[in-house]
């Protein structure tokens, strides 16, 4: 048979067609990476980042006489339009100066409110203004009415709407002012609300400059060592320290519901935080104190913490403390060592050497202040009855060698106790108006230390949490005699701590158990970061008022007291009709390693510690305990889910059993529950072992076939998402290790910014553990081969079995991952490119210390200079995309930092791109800003790593600097 050829016309046709795609594909590429414009991203990854993930709600704020929930309808991502509002940053912070408010309430702020009725299945929408927003919904203490924010451009009211209509009316003339106290209270009869209002009925000026300098910049060192982390938005000048103290005053003030008349209490302050007792007749205040300073940011400013009778006077000062321009030192740990249990020694003070603290996270820094005193005020808050204050205490110390005999109720225990060996009892403490020193009387007090104490609402009836003799026991005390005490529970003192243990062997990792949880996942508008510990299911209103895990409802293991809100802000114990309260936990699965954990309720009678046990979970899902309907409790509302179904609301009628699903929320990215998901061990060349997570992507028309990559005999090109963390050793390591890989049920789901989404585009993720690891003071030394060795590992191991081409790869971070991935493309020959995203990359701006090195720049000179990219810019492999917020405020990542290292690249003829993104902070979060992230980082990627060998190099490759 003849064999027919291709003519050298279709041969040369279909050869110029190739050519003129791949011009055509490239110069897409050139304009999407070099235009000044916000782009849009392939169509997949598009439509994963816009996915409406707030349309899904859980059922959890529910109104105090259980009827209604109220539902917050978010409208997702906030969007540039509503990020650039007005704004000025002052010590640190961040505020509207027209509106009178902190940024973040208009930012974070919703479109409106639903309320739904559960009985009837029934929906009312509130009524919002137009071009309002709306926050901080509270209900009356009946459940009648809801207040709330609502957020206009030029200022913020409450407004106070009906909850059987949703119809809604304005209760504030004078705007309110929202900039440090941005919550407001009901009293405990729900006739007024305690706000913050403008001063001087909003008419006010705000002090203005004319734009002519009065003066230099003027900074003395202060006397002795004043070491300081890089802060960006100090204050800079008088003008600044005129305007914060123009937006941080305002005038306390109750306003009757009914008519909205204003009673002001006292006059004018700048008022940084205020709770008011229920009762109404006190308030505890706390005022932001001068001088202020240039050289710390507002959260070390002085503060004063006093309670005011209505009249605005001062009856007692709780807490005063100066500005604190020279930063604590490493505090010594003061311990209470137990001479025996629920004993202690002497003054309860052991001297402890410094602990290291435990790896901060840069994205969510954590306030640090003076050590806590052990022998001070525990728990300090309002009673539910209105009557004082409340708190814990250790019975006084014995300051001399004598005994105090007004302490000492009884005989010593058989032998004659020195000082330093007399226990100390614990005390709950009732503190009565006019808050004196002598209006102070012991409520109960207990050889064993107390770690909670908590009321029901008419305060006859204590419940504290306790242990000793190896147990923890929750007691109900009666206190008409607080001789009576009721055992309700009894549980191992351990119990419910969670934790993994450490593996024996320090060399031998345990293997997680089943799955990890995903690196980032969304549900709704909040995001949770399950591998740091942080859970973001509910949001931070509903977490504050002990919805959840913070109510006891079933997220841990131990049980506790079911309490919900009082009549005013105190939390109470739920107690019923019946004389019974409720005890809520969780009970691990038993015998099945597919079983869930099973949420309980057991009512307890108070005085005969009769069990019954009310409710107990099926444990077919992951089911979590959100609330109840009332003190008697006969609807049990509860979130169901597993790892691929999307969370859902369902009733339990405790009468006959019946459960009914309340919501029918969807899964809007059903195809990151096909992703291919792997956890494999690896060994660096120095011996140790780590974990890490590998993303192979879906069934797509990116990657129709849905077989391993193994088997269709590819290498896939892969992203390394690095974020390393520094250990002491092997079994710190594996401690950690146990604790982020546990085995999750939740939903997962990605964020707009996870970058699973890159799968979408044909790309393999990889997220590595990367240890570093030495002595304690000096783990940094090991930083930069720790850092090659264990991607060097990575790399090894995944192209071993097949997954990832190393020839195709690419590195990124964000954060103190940006920094880390700047120096892998410094100390490695691996990666095509890299993405950095709001990083540090020169360690002499940040001389102090950072992230856990404690060390300053004099005292490990060559550890900071090793560890700058900018330093190392010449070596510098691959083409490097950086992106920051130039709002970023977070400790050490300045924006400079991009700016000089990109011109550092630039000059050295360096193949890299900047995008700096307005009204962005450290972590971009506008719709606009992440959607051409994607498009940027997908035409990068693709530029440089998935067909290099077919792409031009250097800038006119990239275009950069090349007029299109």
């Not at 019946?658 to 809007?668: A, E, F, G, R, S």
């Not at 059903?670 to 660096?684: D, E, M, N, S």
């Not at 300053?856 to 492999?877: F, G, K, V």
């Given at each position: 048979?003849?064999?027919v050829?291709?003519h050298?016309?279709?041969?040369?046709?279909?050869?110029?067609f190739?050519?003129?795609?791949?011009?055509?594909?490239?110069h897409?590429?050139q304009?999407?990476?070099?235009?000044?414009?916000?782009l849009?991203?392939?169509?997949?990854?598009?439509?994963?980042?816009?996915?409406?993930?707030?349309?899904?709600?859980?059922?959890?704020n529910?109104?105090?006489?259980?009827?209604?929930?109220l539902?917050?309808?978010?409208?997702?991502?906030?969007?540039?339009?509503?990020?650039?509002?007005?704004?000025?940053?002052?010590?640190?912070s961040?505020?509207?100066?027209?509106?009178?408010?902190?940024?973040?309430?208009?930012?974070?702020s919703?479109?409106?409110?639903?309320?739904?009725?559960h009985?009837?299945?029934?929906t009312?929408?509130?009524?919002?203004p137009e071009?309002a927003?709306?926050?901080?919904?509270?209900?009356s203490?009946?459940?009648?009415?809801?207040a709330f924010?609502?957020h206009?451009?030029?200022?913020t009211?409450?407004?106070v709407?009906d909850?059987?209509?949703?119809?809604?009316?304005?209760?504030?003339?004078?705007?309110?002012?929202?900039?440090m106290?941005?919550?407001?209270?009901?009293?405990?009869d729900?006739k007024?609300?305690?706000?913050?209002?403008?001063?001087?009925?909003?008419?006010?000026p705000?002090?203005k400059?004319n734009?002519?300098?009065?003066?230099p910049?003027?900074?003395?060192?202060?006397d002795?060592?004043?070491p300081?982390?890089?802060?960006?938005?100090?204050?800079?000048?008088?003008?600044?320290?005129?305007?914060?103290?123009h937006l941080?005053?305002?005038?306390?003030?109750?306003?009757?519901v009914?008519?909205?008349?204003?009673?002001k209490?006292?006059?004018?302050s700048m008022?940084?935080?205020?709770?008011?007792?229920p009762?109404?007749?006190?308030?505890?205040?706390?005022l932001?104190?001068k001088?202020?300073?240039?050289?710390?940011?507002?959260?070390?400013f002085?503060?004063q913490?006093?309670?005011?009778?209505?009249?605005?006077?001062c009856?007692?000062?709780?807490?005063?403390?100066?500005?604190?321009?020279?930063p604590?030192?490493?505090p010594?740990?003061?311990?209470?060592?137990?001479?025996?249990?629920?004993?202690?020694?002497?003054?309860?003070?052991?001297?402890?050497?410094p602990?290291?603290?435990?790896d901060?996270?840069?994205d969510n820094?954590?306030?640090?202040?003076?050590?806590?005193?052990?022998?001070?005020?525990?728990?300090?808050?309002?009673?539910?009855d209105?009557?004082?204050l409340s708190?814990?205490?250790?019975?006084p110390?014995i300051?001399?060698?004598?005994?105090?005999?007004?302490?000492?109720?009884?005989p010593?225990a058989?032998?004659?106790?020195?000082?330093?060996?007399?226990p100390?009892?614990?005390?709950?403490?009732?503190?009565?108006?006019?808050?004196?020193?002598?209006?102070v009387?012991?409520?109960y007090?207990?050889?064993?230390?107390?770690s909670?104490?908590?009321?029901?609402?008419?305060?006859?009836?204590?419940?504290?949490?306790?242990?000793g003799?190896g147990q923890?026991?929750?007691?109900?005390?009666?206190?008409?005699?607080s001789?009576?005490?009721?055992?309700?529970?009894?549980?191992?003192?351990?119990?419910?701590?969670?934790g993994?243990?450490?593996?024996?062997d320090?060399?031998?990792?345990?293997p997680?158990?089943?799955?990890?949880?995903?690196?980032?996942?969304?549900?709704?508008e909040?995001?949770?970061?399950p591998?740091?510990?942080?859970?973001?299911?509910f949001?931070p209103s509903?977490?504050?008022?002990?919805?959840?895990?913070?109510?006891?409802?079933?997220?841990?293991?131990?049980?506790?007291?079911?309490i919900r809100?009082?009549?005013?802000?105190a939390?109470?114990?739920r107690?019923?009709s019946g004389?019974?309260?409720?005890?809520?936990g969780?009970?691990?699965?038993?015998?099945?390693?597919?079983?869930?954990?099973?949420?309980f309720?057991?009512k307890?009678?108070?005085?005969?510690?009769?069990k019954t046990?009310?409710?107990?979970?099926?444990?077919?899902?992951?089911?979590t305990?959100?609330?109840?309907?009332?003190?008697?409790?006969?609807?049990?509302?509860t979130?169901?889910?597993?790892?691929?179904?999307?969370?859902?609301?369902?009733?339990?009628?405790l009468r006959?059993?019946?459960?009914?699903?309340?919501?029918n929320?969807v899964?809007?990215?059903?195809?990151?529950?096909?992703?291919?998901?792997?956890?494999?061990?690896?060994?660096?060349?120095d011996?140790?072992k780590?974990?890490?997570k590998?993303?192979?992507?879906?069934?797509s028309p990116?990657?129709?076939?849905?077989?391993?990559?193994?088997?269709?005999?590819e290498?896939?090109?892969?992203?390394?998402?690095?974020?390393?963390?520094?250990?002491?050793?092997q079994?710190?390591?594996?401690?950690?290790?146990?604790?982020?890989?546990?085995?999750?049920?939740r939903f997962?789901?990605?964020?707009p910014?996870?970058?699973a989404?890159?799968?979408?585009a044909g790309?393999?993720?990889v997220?590595?553990?990367v240890?570093i690891?030495?002595?304690?003071?000096?783990?940094?030394?090991?930083y930069v081969?720790d850092?090659?060795?264990?991607?060097?590992?990575?790399?090894?191991e995944?192209?071993?079995?097949?997954?990832?081409?190393?020839?195709?790869?690419?590195?990124?971070?964000h954060?103190?991952?940006a920094?880390?991935?700047a120096?892998?493309l410094?100390?490695?020959?691996?990666?095509?490119?890299?993405?950095?995203g709001?990083?540090n990359?020169n360690?002499?701006?940040?001389?102090?210390?950072?992230q856990t090195?404690?060390?300053q720049?004099?005292?490990?000179?060559?550890t900071?200079?090793?560890m700058?990219?900018?330093?190392?810019?010449d070596?510098?492999?691959?083409a490097?995309?950086?992106?920051?917020?130039m709002?970023d405020a977070?400790?050490?990542?300045?924006?400079?930092?991009?700016?000089?290292?990109?011109m550092?690249?630039?000059?050295?003829?360096?193949?890299?791109?900047?995008?700096?993104?307005?009204?962005?902070?450290?972590?971009?979060?506008?719709?606009?800003?992440?959607?051409?992230?994607?498009a940027?980082?997908?035409?990068?990627?693709?530029?440089?790593?998935?067909n290099?060998?077919?792409?031009?190099?250097?800038k006119?490759?990239?275009?950069?600097?090349?007029?299109?």
């Amino acid at each position: 048979m003849r064999t027919v050829r291709p003519h050298k016309c279709t041969v040369l046709t279909m050869a110029l067609f190739l050519v003129t795609f791949w011009i055509l594909q490239v110069h897409g590429q050139q304009i999407a990476l070099n235009k000044e414009a916000y782009l849009m991203p392939p169509k997949e990854i598009a439509d994963a980042v816009l996915a409406p993930r707030h349309e899904n709600h859980t059922l959890t704020n529910v109104s105090p006489d259980g009827k209604k929930f109220l539902i917050a309808k978010s409208d997702g991502m906030p969007t540039l339009e509503r990020m650039a509002c007005p704004c000025v940053y002052l010590g640190e912070s961040a505020f509207d100066p027209v509106a009178a408010r902190a940024r973040q309430l208009w930012i974070r702020s919703d479109p409106g409110f639903d309320i739904y009725f559960h009985a009837d299945k029934r929906t009312v929408p509130v009524q919002i203004p137009e071009r309002a927003r709306v926050s901080n919904p509270v209900w009356s203490p009946d459940g009648g009415r809801l207040a709330f924010f609502v957020h206009l451009p030029d200022s913020t009211h409450i407004y106070v709407a009906d909850a059987e209509t949703g119809s809604s009316r304005r209760l504030t003339t004078t705007p309110v002012l929202a900039t440090m106290v941005t919550s407001f209270q009901w009293s405990r009869d729900g006739k007024q609300i305690q706000t913050v209002l403008l001063p001087d009925d909003g008419k006010r000026p705000t002090p203005k400059t004319n734009g002519v300098p009065t003066e230099p910049k003027v900074r003395i060192a202060s006397d002795g060592k004043n070491p300081s982390r890089t802060y960006r938005f100090l204050l800079e000048s008088p003008h600044d320290m005129k305007l914060l103290e123009h937006l941080c005053t305002g005038q306390l003030a109750l306003i009757d519901v009914n008519d909205g008349k204003v009673t002001k209490i006292g006059f004018p302050s700048m008022l940084r935080g205020v709770s008011m007792c229920p009762g109404g007749e006190s308030f505890r205040v706390t005022l932001l104190k001068k001088p202020f300073s240039y050289l710390v940011p507002m959260a070390r400013f002085g503060s004063q913490e006093m309670v005011w009778d209505r009249e605005g006077k001062c009856l007692v000062t709780l807490q005063e403390r100066k500005l604190q321009e020279i930063p604590p030192q490493p505090p010594t740990v003061t311990a209470l060592a137990p001479k025996q249990p629920g004993g202690f020694k002497g003054k309860g003070k052991q001297a402890q050497p410094p602990q290291p603290q435990p790896d901060p996270d840069p994205d969510n820094p954590q306030p640090s202040g003076p050590p806590v005193d052990p022998d001070g005020k525990r728990e300090l808050s309002w009673r539910p009855d209105g009557v004082g204050l409340s708190y814990l205490q250790l019975e006084p110390g014995i300051t001399s060698g004598k005994e105090d005999k007004a302490d000492d109720k009884g005989p010593s225990a058989g032998k004659a106790e020195t000082a330093k060996e007399k226990p100390r009892k614990d005390r709950l403490m009732q503190w009565l108006p006019p808050f004196g020193k002598d209006n102070v009387k012991v409520v109960y007090e207990t050889p064993q230390r107390l770690s909670s104490a908590q009321f029901a609402e008419d305060c006859r009836m204590l419940f504290v949490t306790q242990t000793g003799d190896g147990q923890r026991q929750i007691i109900a005390v009666d206190l008409a005699d607080s001789n009576k005490t009721y055992v309700i529970h009894n549980s191992a003192a351990g119990f419910g701590k969670g934790g993994a243990k450490s593996a024996k062997d320090p060399d031998v990792l345990d293997p997680p158990a089943g799955d990890p949880p995903p690196d980032e996942f969304t549900w709704g508008e909040h995001t949770c970061l399950p591998s740091s510990g942080r859970t973001g299911m509910f949001a931070p209103s509903e977490q504050k008022k002990g919805f959840g895990g913070a109510a006891g409802f079933g997220a841990g293991l131990a049980p506790s007291l079911m309490i919900r809100s009082g009549r005013g802000e105190a939390k109470v114990v739920r107690v019923s009709s019946g004389g019974e309260v409720y005890v809520s936990g969780t009970e691990r699965a038993g015998g099945s390693e597919k079983g869930f954990p099973k949420p309980f309720i057991d009512k307890v009678h108070i005085k005969t510690g009769k069990k019954t046990r009310i409710f107990e979970g099926k444990g077919e899902t992951l089911e979590t305990i959100d609330v109840v309907d009332g003190d008697n409790i006969q609807l049990v509302f509860t979130t169901r889910q597993k790892k691929d179904v999307v969370p859902d609301s369902y009733v339990t009628d405790l009468r006959d059993g019946k459960t009914t699903k309340l919501t029918n929320n969807v899964d809007h990215t059903p195809w990151f529950h096909q992703l291919q998901t792997q956890r494999i061990q690896v060994t660096r060349v120095d011996g140790f072992k780590f974990w890490v997570k590998v993303t192979l992507p879906p069934k797509s028309p990116l990657t129709p076939d849905p077989s391993p990559p193994k088997e269709r005999g590819e290498k896939l090109p892969a992203l390394f998402w690095i974020y390393p963390r520094e250990y002491t050793d092997q079994t710190a390591y594996n401690s950690a290790a146990g604790r982020t890989a546990a085995a999750t049920s939740r939903f997962a789901a990605p964020a707009p910014r996870s970058m699973a989404l890159l799968t979408l585009a044909g790309y393999a993720v990889v997220e590595p553990d990367v240890p570093i690891v030495g002595p304690p003071g000096r783990i940094n030394d090991n930083y930069v081969p720790d850092l090659r060795n264990s991607l060097w590992a990575v790399i090894d191991e995944l192209d071993k079995r097949g997954i990832i081409d190393r020839d195709r790869l690419a590195i990124g971070g964000h954060s103190y991952g940006a920094f880390s991935t700047a120096n892998a493309l410094v100390h490695t020959p691996f990666f095509k490119a890299g993405i950095a995203g709001d990083g540090n990359y020169n360690r002499t701006l940040t001389p102090m210390s950072f992230q856990t090195e404690k060390r300053q720049l004099w005292d490990a000179r060559e550890t900071y200079l090793e560890m700058s990219p900018l330093l190392w810019a010449d070596r510098i492999n691959g083409a490097l995309l950086m992106y920051h917020g130039m709002d970023d405020a977070n400790v050490g990542t300045n924006p400079i930092n991009a700016e000089y290292l990109f011109m550092a690249l630039d000059g050295l003829g360096k193949n890299a791109a900047l995008y700096m993104y307005p009204h962005e902070g450290h972590g971009p979060i506008a719709r606009e800003t992440t959607l051409d992230l994607w498009a940027r980082w997908v035409a990068w990627l693709d530029l440089y790593v998935k067909n290099p060998q077919k792409k031009e190099t250097g800038k006119k490759a990239a275009g950069i600097g090349v007029e299109q």
